[in-house]
């Protein structure tokens, strides 16, 4: 573990300055300020700094150095790092700039430190980043001026100066952090690393963060996925608009993008995705009681309509169901109300409210089964005894499991109350919308959580079928094809269970009165050429053959028009096809993120998947509830359960299309994209009418 | 007008009280607090209070009175008004509860007050309000303790206690107010009202309010519409889960419901609506400038990567364009930027920024007719000038009209530069999500002014038409009918120029021949009985008939068909339909709110509007400009211009047919309901199928 750079027992500060203003004064200083461990400035100039003694290098040093902050020019990082290696340093952080985010030599010189590092066993914040944190011993291995409160929400950060801004908020806001790490360029250590650490840090109950990408996305989900077991992960990962997706060159390609890949990691992983700052802290507020509703039944207490409104309002929105409490606890708080209040959900206990209303209707949601959550809201009207009302908030929702959270809504009047709570870690907020979005995201959560995903795949394909499909990828390769059309591509995917047209080539109109007569009517019929590409243009396609003579006729007259159009065009011969009726058009895919690795997307075929663009998406393995969830996401997913009396479609077969896809690009990495469009499927069962694959 | 209310040059306080703690003295020692004109308590039972003189009633005071303040019990407000109205008081503010409210007697007592008022010309804010406030003249009419700062924003609240709540706040974030009015049950003056005195108020620039509901819709459309030409008017509309729309017997009704209407009103008068209260002050705040930018092109200025990332993912979510300056400025700022900055947009100008560096890039954007908008995003880092930089902003923006907004994230490190800034009403965020999404409603805002919508209606229909409708209409009601059903609905429909397909009634085989030949081949037949429903499962329908034979054996064969199923049924005859194929289905509607009026519905037929509820909505009367917006506004818009190779369908058919029916309903307001269901659209005219009308 990594737990000498947030807890070491001795510090070095390369590039220890006496002069004010260096980044070197300003680190020493700050840790001066608050560390307890021993600190050891190096800078060969100076034989003290600070009334510290200061030393030529770090192997100097006599005692053992745990951790090494590097403030020095980037050229001469590396040697100190040499130094660092023989002094026995475990960790470095290494808050100098200029290394591969300027480019150019930067570029080879981060090569150089994180090589030097690696071979040492030394475990790298940075390099270009701002330090780090921990509040509980005070120690401030940063060149941030100020720690921020203690708190249990840790922190990290891909940019220094949102890091920086987020301190000086935090202490205004008294926002309360474990530990802090800005990991900069993250060379050597990056979010994974954090993510591990912080799931088992005890001073940490909620872990924060913000990215602009991951390192290792395979090892990202892997990790995380344990992670959001133990403590919840809230995550602003910025960088949504990156055009990388548009010059993917398949249709699944083009709907996935990179944006998407992260939004189906988080979901894989249970993390908690918020896309702005304010988002991110309201968030991690509801998070810090640590408590969890059962489900989405949320019961709101008011002493003010409009607030209770909105709120209600929200919730609604947001799939919060406001189901009352049971007639037995209507009943007892109505004895106990006056006549005028409102008993149901929202309850609201009036204007003149005293905190005894609060408590008897606290008290009894507590008791009531029916209600997973509490939301009280509170306005300073004239009589309203703002205090005790908290103190009665908080002594019921220490009596209870079920998450209670606080709207107190105003400036001075509900200050002191607002502190009160937090105090006792009991979620406060002043706006009930935003209380109630920030709830949500604890729903989320627990359903994210409750979420089983086994990575077993019951999908079981033979083992020669896919030394089969190795054979033909291999043979493609070795011809340098890249893009797999058709023919090749329906073989492949038949291999692993996937049901095409029965069809076969013929040479002679003989031959396709044969094949057609063994597949049966009615058949289709299409040129095979290498060197027709549109094949309805040349008069190369004909539908809806009933018998022998139409067949017979059809080849003399396919044969004839594609002559005549590309008189030098190579004619294979004529494919003849089982003609599908009937079924609902669908379509599947795969997609390659450099990030997380293939993707798997499904969607209603045609107009719904090109004008409608209503697809899903989950990053392979897919299990089978995933491939279950990604057909009820789609909007049109009635559509699927049968409308206008229809039978509903198979969505059995649907699943087991998506595990296919997975198990075949798991078995083959080598394949970049998939294409099978349109699929038809039917009450019982599908076939695929035209594929592509892209290794 | 309504001046006397808040600006009056004297006050009587109707149940004014010398003991603490009630209401009437709360309210006379916060006018004496601040107001300036004369004071008049009012109490029979004294005759000083709080060293002032005191009247045993209003016509007692020897002086003219502009407002009287009631704070006396519920029962005693009618006698005290009619006071009021023989002394030739202006306005009244009834903070006294206890009237609708409250039900049972108090409807009737609101009810009794009411009549009071209008017959004395006396204007009533309440019953049942917190009371008003105006920060100009230091007036605070209210029961709330403290008056919120002097600023230029008005706000009114149907909820007293979020008013007091939301003085209590902006007392605490310094967010200033014009004026304040709580009007609780709005017996009298009502939202509508106080637009129109706001509208026109020159001490208030932006108006905010808080509405549950609205009294006469179409009074609050009109005036409305006119104020947003004036001044931006920002909302919160609760009550949006209101189970109104429930009950509504037709597939439109059932889509529509009531918030529906209000953001559909909303739309129609340029209102701004939010759902949260800290967005409403959030979006106040992007207000207050009263710059708005020509279009969607902003341009991000920062000193930290990710912040810059992260309003630059939001503005890309929300449509706002982040092109780069030209290439001009982008070669002015290159020479004298540092080589690391980013030139393009966001322009990232690095962590060691200067306000030279701002200023350079600002001065730059200022002058680009490229750049319609510009976001200065700051970082409190190591060496960041705060103050210096808010300074260049600040100059920056007084020599343009472009709006320029800013976001400095962090506490206490950018408090002064913040206070400074929304001094010279720039406005000021600390979160550059919340700051885009605050100027996506500023460009929202420019949009709906920019319409000029007109009311005026192309569509003209013949008088005899409409005469001849009144008549079926006039007839249907005399019989008790209020389900129009197809062929009247259709009759109808025709007069006002919608497409039905030709049709006659044969009564025998050879009258269904004739028929059928002057229509054309194919048709359709139906049988025509009031005591079938569903035709199909009779056997009573028959589709495709292509020959006089085909006609005969289906007249036949359907007598005979519905003979046997339900021998009781009276059969009328069998009806001859031309057959309608190809074309594009759609389903128009229209559906009454009783807040605002009839609703035109529009939506693709079928699948999409049962399954993905894909349909736009307006409020008749409904425009040319606003009929093309509801076609392009729905998410499959796009088919209509044809996929797959097919031609456009014919819009200019769908935006007659919107205003077709919004003429009908305009000249019979007595119709509440209509499908047309479906409508078969062509690349040029269109048809409806079915049709019913509810009256």
Request: hydrophobic letters at 40%; a neutral charge; one cysteine or more.
């Amino acid at each position: 573990m990594i737990d000498f750079i947030f807890n070491p027992s001795s510090i070095a500060v390369v590039g220890a300055s006496q002069e004010e203003k260096k980044v070197g004064n300003a680190v020493l200083k700050n840790l001066i300020n608050g560390y307890t461990g021993k600190i050891y400035p190096v800078n060969p100039g100076r034989t003290e700094i600070l009334s510290l003694p200061c030393y030529p290098s770090v192997s100097a040093i006599p005692d053992r150095v745990d951790l090494a902050i590097i403030v020095i020019p980037a050229k001469a990082v590396a040697d100190s790092l040499k130094d660092c290696a023989k002094a026995g340093v475990k960790g470095v952080v290494v808050i100098t700039a200029g290394f591969k985010e300027v480019g150019g030599d930067g570029v080879a010189r981060e090569k150089e430190i994180v090589e030097i590092v690696r071979s040492a066993g030394i475990k790298m914040v940075g390099p270009n980043c701002l330090g780090v944190m921990n509040t509980k011993n005070k120690m401030n291995a940063s060149f941030a001026a100020e720690l921020p409160p203690e708190g249990r929400v840790a922190f990290f950060s891909q940019s220094g100066a949102l890091g920086v801004a987020i301190i000086d908020w935090a202490i205004e806001n008294n926002f309360g952090f474990s530990k802090f790490v800005s990991f900069g360029n993250k060379a050597d250590l990056n979010e994974t690393d954090f993510l591990e650490y912080f799931a088992k840090d005890p001073d940490t109950d909620v872990i924060l963060g913000y990215i602009e990408d991951v390192i290792d996305g395979k090892r990202f989900i892997e990790i995380a996925k344990e992670v959001t077991k133990i403590k919840p992960v809230i995550l602003i990962k910025s960088g949504a608009t990156e055009a990388g997706a548009r010059a993917a060159s398949s249709h699944t390609g083009a709907l996935a993008g990179s944006d998407r890949a992260f939004t189906e990691a988080f979901r894989k992983t249970g993390i908690i995705r918020t896309s702005g700052i304010q988002e991110l802290f309201d968030t991690a507020e509801m998070f810090i009681s640590r408590k969890t509703p059962k489900g989405r039944k949320l019961l709101i207490i008011t002493n003010a309509g409009g607030p209770g409104i909105i709120a209600a309002d929200t919730a609604d929105r947001l799939g919060i169901k406001l189901d009352p409490m049971t007639r037995t606890s209507i009943d007892t708080i109505a004895e106990k109300l006056p006549s005028t209040a409102s008993l149901y959900n929202p309850v609201d206990i009036i204007g003149d409210a005293t905190s005894e209303r609060y408590k008897i209707v606290l008290d009894q949601a507590i008791k009531d089964n029916s209600v997973e959550g509490i939301c009280v809201i509170l306005t300073p009207q004239a009589v309203t005894d703002v205090d005790n009302i908290a103190d009665v908030v908080i002594s019921s929702a220490n009596n209870t499991d079920k998450p209670v959270f606080a709207t107190f809504i105003g400036g001075q009047r509900v200050r002191n109350a607002i502190n009160k709570l937090k105090g006792f870690r009991i979620p406060c907020f002043t706006d009930p919308s935003i209380a109630i979005h920030a709830y949500r995201k604890l729903v989320d959560f627990v359903q994210l959580k409750s979420k089983e995903i086994s990575d077993e795949l019951q999908i079981k394909i033979p083992e020669q079928n896919i030394e089969e499909v190795k054979k033909i990828i291999q043979s493609l390769q070795s011809q340098g094809v890249s893009e797999i059309g058709g023919e090749e591509a329906m073989q492949i995917l038949s291999l692993y269970g996937f049901s095409f047209p029965e069809r076969a080539l013929a040479k002679t109109p003989m031959e396709a009165v044969a094949i057609a007569e063994r597949i049966g009517y009615p058949v289709v019929m299409k040129v095979s050429s290498p060197h027709i590409l549109h094949k309805t243009d040349v008069g190369g396609v004909k539908l809806n053959l009933n018998n022998d003579k139409a067949v017979y006729n059809a080849f003399v007259e396919i044969t004839t028009n594609v002559k005549r159009v590309m008189p030098d065009a190579y004619i294979e011969g004529i494919m003849i096809y089982e003609m599908v009726t009937g079924g609902k058009e669908v379509i599947f895919g795969v997609s390659y993120d450099r990030t997380f690795g293939h993707m798997i997307m499904f969607g209603l075929g045609g107009i719904y998947v090109e004008v409608l663009k209503d697809v899903s998406f989950r990053i392979v393995p897919v299990s089978e509830q995933e491939a279950l969830e990604m057909i009820t996401e789609i909007k049109g997913s009635k559509i699927l359960d049968g409308v206008r009396g229809e039978k509903p479609y198979d969505k059995t077969d649907i699943a087991n299309c998506i595990r296919k896809l997975s198990k075949l690009v798991m078995d083959f990495p080598i394949i970049k994209e998939i294409d099978i469009n349109p699929y038809m499927v039917f009450n019982n069962g599908g076939i695929g009418l035209d594929a592509r694959i892209i290794i």
